[in-house]
């Protein structure tokens, strides 16, 4: 993901202007951490059920309907950890975060906190040999 960015970086500044490599790297950093988040929600998932084809559906499923539920409610959902995406073009653009980055950077990381004790402790209950 990050040659993924710099070749970006590196392309943007040939056809467009040079954006600061700080902006760059905090938006790896705010990326990963919404990526982060999906990949706990895959574990989970994995978790609860057996199939991949099913862990994969919905994973997918709840990541949409949450990207899809915080696009049409975005006034009333600034603390949903898909906001970490929109937060992530903010700095590119800008290079300032929204007022609301600190409360959906809490929430993801509370999320993300949350998710995995759970899954660990669902893990530990289950029988390996199912």
Known sequence: ?????????????????????????????????????????????STIMKGNGSVAFVTIFVVFAISTVTSILGKYMKWSPATMAEHTGQVLLSGELDSSFLLAFITTIASIIVVLISSIQIFKKKELLE
């Open 1 to 45: 993901m990050f040659i993924g960015y710099v070749a970006s970086w590196y392309y943007t500044s040939l056809l467009i202007e040079t954006v600061a490599f700080e902006r760059i790297f905090q938006s790896v950093v705010i990326y990963s951490i919404w990526l982060v988040f999906v990949v706990t929600l895959t574990l989970f998932f």
